[in-house]
């Protein structure tokens, strides 16, 4: 029995491979929704408190590493209150640039920062008139179809499109993949791990479209790819990416090892938008010429100890809480609030509750000044510089980021959003549910479901796909075999390129 993928290849009359791809497992979609079901801030909710087995767990994560794991806190709140200054006096100098031009000659300076910051600017990845010209025609094929489905419903700013023309040329674009390589190539694993970074998946993802003066998308500092799965045993857990936080070695911890991420389970809740594939990077093309504050992101530079901190917060408790404001004066206020965050001031949490701040099932992880203190996210999350059209912008998976409460620049601000993901084993099955969409026309499957662009005029299709963007782009959407004989491999990029052929139904 031939899959829907097999048989709509078949069928369609393109150049793509007529091997029998072997059956997906078809999965039931989502319920219907859009971006504003990921975050309990952007639906309306309230955050509910969670369960008795939560503090179970948090017992078990630290259970014998207790007097580590205070020392470590203590050393993270001091390197936090070291650090914090300087990113606040940098601002957004602190973010990485590069001209695509520059990829194959990167200074040291620019890496060593991307390594420690998690952020990083590419400058011209495309060219401006071809990011407009983008922008122009997915303006022509919302007005064509006026029934797409946008957040807010009354003044749409982001639109659940997965698969228009801009979209498959862009994640195609020779360009973008060539950033990708290289911004995935500043993760690491052993020769032999069953990854490459050189081999880049496509994620289909969403599109935003802000207009001056929106202050409905007002999405707050939060972290995706999963929340409670971060200190799930059955979701981050089954790599151990956090183990050296959890032992009480928070220096050990490195957020660019990706072998460890290669079992994860980010989305064990099915979450509306929660992403279920492996995401070195999110990121997004600009289609805009936008800066500070006029619909742009923010991003906490912090990556590393930003991490470790939202991670551990949850095993700690203030000796004290903070007094009325309104009963003192400001330097009594200031000294009450440093003598508050003092790590003199924070012991672990006894006894120990079901809490793990701003973490819901099925929803992002959600950050705020009240939940994590010692972050200063007030002053913290800093504006990614001045972007052009066709500039690409890039943030690791773990770095928490945000956008401006209000829209308060005079045109639109206009993001792709299109993430760096390496090939996998979990990506290739990821692309083959992904497949299914595609043809169908249905939501990316990490999406609301419904009919999506299924009655679409004017989707891309998949016999237009290798005329439209090649081998290498037919590849990356699962669409056309890897080459797993290239020169070069190292053992683990052959395995995979292999057993992703394999589950991609080529060959075999």
Known sequence: ??????????????????????????????????????????????FKPLGPEYAALKQRLIRGHEDKVQESWNRLLRDLREEIPHIVELGSKVIPEIDFRDLDSASEDFNAALKSRGVAVVRGVVSEEEALKWKEDLREYIRRNPQTKAFPPDNPQVFELYWSRPQILARAHPNLLKTQRFLMSYWHSSPSAPISTQHPTSYADRLRMRLPGDAKFALGPHVDGGSVERWDERGYGLGGVYEDIWKGQWEKFDPWEAECRLPVVSDLHQGVGACSMFRMYQGWLSMSKTGPFEGTLLVNPLLAKATAYYLLRPFFTPRKGLAEPSTQSTSESLSNISDFLSEDN?????????????????????????FHPHLHLQNTMVHVPRVRPGDYVAWHCDTIHAVDQKHAGQSDSSVLYIPAC?????NAKGLVKQRETFIRGTPSPDFGGGVGESEHVGRVRVEDMEGLVGVEGCRAMGLKEWDSGEDGLARGQREVLERANEILGFGG
């Open 1 to 46: 029995m031939l899959s829907t993928s097999a048989r709509c290849l078949r069928n369609s009359g393109s150049k793509l491979p007529r091997t029998q791809l072997r059956t997906a497992a078809t999965q039931a979609q989502k319920r219907a929704g859009d971006i504003s079901d990921a975050f309990v801030s952007l639906s309306g909710q309230d």
């Open 346 to 370: 924070w012991q672990l949490e006894l006894p120990v509750t079901s809490a793990l701040q701003g973490a819901t099932p099925g929803h992002g992880q959600e950050l705020s000044p009240v």
């Open 422 to 426: 390496p090939l996998t084993e979990g």
